[in-house]
């Protein structure tokens, strides 16, 4: 392979541009700037994978987070850049995953690519991730703060968003982090490419859809692909419907699909030579490579007008040219900071500079405490109309032992959709129930199910509110295995597996000042102590089976059944009291390693006098490691938490350390829990245990939190 020219010629089947080969031969810029169709996707990937792989390995952050904007679809993406590991032959070395697929928090140093569109991407930067698992939320932002270079595409569409994008990475670079972290955001020049005709329509806005019909039916040259592009899914799906009652041959592609449905019309979107009709809302802005003959969008920022008109002739392919038509949208906002660009004699408009709410540091360091996981993010993300949750259909109401919706049955829906539908369910954060959701559950982000009898999904058309044909609901996908701890561990085995554990990811990820790494070890071998409280070792041995004598960290399936008498009890919470006075950064990760007790802890539900499960005075008994260290049976003070110095203690440690320093510190000690409960776990049927809890740990992870991985090991769910 002959340098970059010849990586790239083995990836993509061509050489590189010049300003590819100076991203490969210099590294990637803070701003990058070309044409539309000039290999933007290719940039933001392969110079930073061949310098990752051979010319810099050492200088380039391990971690690529390729980000597009909301209403992008990234299924092609995803699919362009694994053929290219392929050809690349590093597929097994490069792990590649959309951002929802929790499995990359599992090899924090593994090179990896993950890719997700803005709102993702960025509510996990704020440890509020939409579609993300408050325990889960430190991890994220740990590892996309660290050793990571991000890559924002069309950072024109990223609304508030861009402001954002800045401002962390001026935090990351003023508070520090653990391994550099860098940003690149991408434009398109602001100019259309070279199309034939620009034509204005003038459609009756009484009339709009039936109009819109007439024009594509006019504007249609026989055997070539036509699309639209319209700004509102609403509209996209009322055209769609018009023109295919008028016989018409029409694909509908926006965000709002199931998706199996949406990589299905992809796939039919990517086939060429068809005599039909594309109607779009938005999504084929970014990451979609696709072209047309004839492309009709309403008017729209320049932005996203420069991107849709690059769907037009985008190859060439039609010697002749394309035709451009644009109209007004009948409502939606003022769209005139475009018209200048679509129409030259028309006057000049400045565009819309609206302030926006800047992130601050101090709004950072507040959002490390995720007490309070209902913390609104989203003005620093998107605009009020692009709020959206997650929702998945099950048949009936769900019961307390189905599992949470998969990736495949999720499908993105604006939030004002469901504030008053009725049939929807959430899991309650505390107890882990499927209950009915109420307002107060429906905030960006959140997932819900509903009731598949009672509509709302059409395979051809996604989200449909009005719709009251019952939908399918999906099972879990075929091949799906669940996974569970198989084998009686005791807590002392697992302390010491879970500190060589450690020590291995710390050898793989040099960098920490040496206290810190001793800090991590320490940590891992003193996390589980408190699991020699009574109400837990009842809980392991409550499923009965041939249990061995002595303290027990691991029950083995079927007799996990995870059940406490104190529902809400946290071992972790004991095991902080455990670790003596004086080391506060061991006892805080010690305490963290489930990511429910971090800076502020309070008590679950109506549990009072006790805390997290917990009561002061709770006496435990002995114990001893095999290294020799001895923890005397004491009476647990819990109000160390409460009324003591707990919360100020950890402040101290946020704000010396700096967040993206303690959350990299608290993810490594919970990598290593996760490798060390994965040495004793197997795959289990249906009926050994609960799906997730073979170790009796609580697995479940209710509120904003959702399934999906492939494989459902409890390590990480733990």
């Given amino acids: 392979m002959d340098g970059f020219e010849g990586f790239m010629r083995t990836a993509t089947g061509h050489a590189p541009y010049p300003y590819q080969a100076r991203l490969a031969a210099e590294g990637l810029p803070e701003l990058l700037s070309a044409p539309t169709g000039a290999g933007k996707s290719v940039a933001g990937v392969l110079p930073w994978l061949y310098r990752r792989l051979v010319a810099a390995p050492q200088s380039t952050p391990r971690r690529l987070v390729y980000v597009l904007p909301q209403h992008s679809l990234h299924d092609q993406l995803i699919e362009q850049i694994g053929q290219w590991l392929d050809r690349l032959g590093c597929a097994d070395e490069v792990g590649l995953h959309p951002i929802t697929d929790g499995g990359w928090r599992r090899h924090p140093e593994r090179t990896a690519i993950l890719v997700g569109t803005h709102d993702l991407m960025l509510s996990r930067a704020l440890m509020r991730g939409f579609g993300d698992a408050t325990e889960m939320a430190p991890v994220s932002y740990a590892l996309l703060h660290t050793d990571t270079q991000w890559v924002f595409d069309e950072m024109d569409l990223l609304g508030p968003a861009l402001a954002a994008s800045v401002e962390l990475q001026r935090l990351r670079d003023e508070v520090g982090t653990p391994s550099p972290t860098s940003t690149m955001w991408m434009s398109s020049d602001a100019s259309l490419p070279s199309v034939r005709r620009i034509t204005r329509l003038d459609v009756d806005p009484a009339n709009y859809i039936d109009g819109l019909v007439g024009a594509l039916t006019a504007a249609h040259v026989p055997g070539t692909q036509t699309i639209a592009v319209l700004n509102t899914v609403e509209r996209a799906r009322a055209l769609y419907a018009a023109l295919r009652e008028a016989g018409r041959d029409v694909l509908l592609i926006h965000p709002r699909f199931r998706a199996a449905d949406r990589r299905r019309l992809l796939s039919e979107l990517g086939e060429t030579g068809h005599d039909r009709i594309v109607v779009s809302a938005q999504a084929l802005e970014a990451g979609i490579d696709v072209s047309s003959r004839t492309l009709l969008t309403e008017l729209a920022s320049v932005s996203s007008i420069v991107q849709r008109a690059g769907r037009c002739n985008r190859y060439g392919e039609h010697p002749e040219g394309g035709d451009l038509l644009w109209c007004e949208p009948p409502t939606g906002g003022d769209p005139d900071v475009a018209r200048w660009l679509l129409d030259p004699d028309g006057p000049p408009v400045r565009p819309d500079t609206a302030p926006r709410e800047v992130l601050r540091l101090q709004d950072l360091l507040e959002l490390f405490d995720t007490a309070d996981p209902d913390t609104d993010v989203s003005r620093w993300i998107c605009d009020a109309a692009d709020l959206t949750m997650m929702v998945a259909w099950r048949d009936g109401e769900p019961s307390d032992a189905d599992p949470g919706p998969g990736r495949d049955e999720l499908c993105q829906v604006p939030l004002a959709d469901l504030q008053q539908r009725d049939h929807a369910w959430v899991r309650d954060r505390l107890d882990g129930r499927w209950r009915q959701a109420v307002a107060g559950d429906l905030q960006p982000g959140a997932t819900v199910l509903l009731e598949a009898e009672h509509g709302g999904y059409l395979p051809d058309e996604g989200w449909a509110p009005q719709s009251r044909t019952p939908v399918t609901a999906l099972a879990l996908p075929a091949g799906t295995q669940t996974f569970a701890c198989t084998k009686w561990v005791s807590l002392d085995q697992h ?41 837990f070792q009842e809980m392991l041995r409550a499923g009965g089976g041939d249990f061995p004598d002595g303290l027990l960290a691991k029950s083995a399936a079927p007799y996990n059944t995870g059940r406490s008498r104190r529902p809400h009890f946290r071992h972790e919470l004991v095991s902080a009291l455990i670790v003596p006075d004086g080391q506060p950064l061991i006892n805080y990760l010690v305490a963290a390693h489930h990511g429910k007790v971090r800076i502020t802890v309070r008590p679950a539900g109506e549990e009072a006098p006790l805390l997290m499960g917990v009561r002061n005075g709770d006496r435990i008994p002995p114990i001893e490691l095999s290294t020799g260290e001895r923890f005397p049976a004491q009476s647990l003070q819990t109000d160390v938490f409460t009324v003591g110095p707990w919360t100020e203690r950890a402040k101290t440690l946020r704000d010396d350390l700096g967040p993206f320093r303690l959350a990299y510190l608290e993810t490594l000690v919970r990598v290593a829990d996760w490798r060390s409960s994965a040495r004793h776990d197997g795959p289990v049927s249906p009926g050994d245990g609960e799906l997730g809890r073979g170790a009796g740990d609580d697995c479940r992870l209710p509120g904003r939190g959702v399934g999906g991985q492939d494989e459902i090991r409890r390590g990480e769910r733990a």
Avoid: S
């Avoid at 020590?503 to 001793?518: C, F, H, K, Y």
């Avoid at 003193?526 to 699991?531: N, Q, R, T």
């Fill in 495 to 535: 302390l010491m597996e879970t500190e060589e554990e450690a020590r291995l990811l710390l050898d793989a990820l040099p960098g920490l000042p040496a206290e810190q790494r001793e800090a991590v070890a320490r940590a891992a071998r003193y996390h589980d102590l408190g699991k020699c409280h009574e109400v």
